[in-house]
C-alpha cells in the first residue's frame, strides 16, 4: 500500500516539475493561460444546450446550461477518478459497482421533467410564473391608480419607466416597453408587451384590451370612467391570482408535511423486518409453530 501511494506521490511531483518548467516564464504563463480559457469556453460552447437553457431561464436562474452540464459530467468523472486512486493505493480492484454513484449523479442531475432536477426547475418555473403575473397585477394597479388622479396623469411612456424599476421580473419589459411607446407608438408596444406572455396565459388578454381602450381614448374623462368599470374586472384576477398562489404554496406545505408520514411509516416497516429476521435468526430456521 505504501509502495503505491509513493508512486502515485513520485508521478504527481514529476508532472507538477515538468509543468513548472514549461511555464517558467512569464510570456509562457499568460499564453498558457490564455490557452486554458480558449479552451474551456470551446468546451462550454460544444456542451451548451439550448433546451436546458431555455429551462434554467424559464426558472428564473442566470446560469449558463454549458455550466451545469461541465458540472455534471466533472462530478462524475473527478468521483470515479478518486475511487480509482483509492482502490490502486489499496490495492483493491476496480469493481463496476463503483461506476453506480456517477451514474446516479447523472440520472439526478438530468433536466428531464419527471427527474429530480427536472423537477426542481419545472417548479421554480412555476413559481416564477406566479411571481411575474403578480407583477403584472401590481402593474396594472398602478396604472389605474395613475389614470384615475385627479391633478393629471404620467403619460404611459414615462409611467413605465418609472415604475419599471418596483418591480423584478418584469422589469427589462417595462424598460423596453418604455422606449417601444416613445418610438414606434403605444399600441404596437403593448402588443408587443403583452405578446411576451405565453398565448394561453388566463388574463393577458384582459390587461390587453384594458390598455388598448384606455389609451385608445382622447377623452381624459371617459377613460377614467372606462377603468372604473374595468375595476371588477383587475379585482377578480387579482383574487384569481391570490387564490393561485396559495393554492401552490398549499401543495407544496401538504408535500412537505407528508414526508414525516412517510419517513415514520417506512422506520416501522424497517423495524418490523429487522425483528422478523432476528426472530428467524433465533429459531435457527425452525418454525414456531411446529
Not at 71 to 87: D, G, H, M, P, T
Request: charged share 20%.
Amino acid at each position: 500500500m505504501m509502495d503505491r501511494l509513493l508512486l502515485l506521490l513520485a508521478v504527481c511531483g514529476v508532472v507538477y516539475l515538468a509543468l513548472l518548467v514549461f511555464v517558467s516564464s512569464s510570456s509562457k504563463q499568460e499564453r498558457y493561460a490564455l490557452r486554458l480559457g480558449v479552451k474551456w469556453k470551446a468546451l462550454g460552447e460544444k456542451v451548451q444546450n439550448e433546451r436546458l437553457q431555455q429551462l434554467l431561464q424559464s426558472a428564473g436562474l442566470s446560469i449558463s446550461a454549458g455550466k451545469i452540464t461541465l458540472f455534471r459530467y466533472s462530478a462524475a468523472l473527478i468521483y470515479v477518478a478518486v475511487q480509482a486512486v483509492s482502490e490502486f493505493i489499496r490495492e483493491l480492484p476496480f469493481s463496476t459497482t463503483d461506476l453506480l454513484i456517477p451514474m446516479l449523479i447523472l440520472i439526478i442531475s438530468s433536466p428531464k421533467r419527471y427527474l429530480p432536477f427536472g423537477w426542481l426547475l419545472s417548479w421554480l418555473h412555476q413559481k416564477t410564473l406566479i411571481q411575474k403575473d403578480g407583477e403584472l397585477i401590481s402593474f396594472i394597479r398602478l396604472y389605474e391608480n395613475n389614470r384615475l388622479r385627479k391633478r393629471g396623469y404620467v403619460q404611459f411612456g414615462s409611467f413605465c419607466a418609472g415604475t419599471a424599476s418596483h418591480f423584478h421580473y418584469i422589469r427589462q419589459d417595462l424598460y423596453e416597453l418604455s422606449e417601444r411607446a416613445v418610438d414606434e407608438g403605444t399600441e404596437r408596444a403593448i402588443e408587443w408587451f403583452c405578446g411576451n406572455f405565453p398565448a394561453g396565459h388566463v388574463f393577458i388578454n384582459d390587461i390587453r384590451s384594458i390598455l388598448l381602450a384606455t389609451e385608445g381614448m382622447d377623452d381624459d374623462t371617459e377613460a377614467a370612467n372606462y377603468l372604473r368599470e374595468q375595476g371588477k374586472i383587475i379585482t377578480k384576477i387579482s383574487s384569481d391570482q391570490y387564490l393561485k398562489k396559495w393554492s401552490f404554496i398549499g401543495d407544496v406545505s401538504t408535500i412537505i408535511n407528508v414526508i414525516p408520514s412517510i419517513a415514520t411509516f417506512l422506520m416501522i416497516v424497517s423495524l418490523a423486518m429487522q425483528y422478523i429476521m432476528l426472530i428467524k435468526g433465533n429459531f435457527n430456521g425452525v418454525g414456531m409453530f411446529q
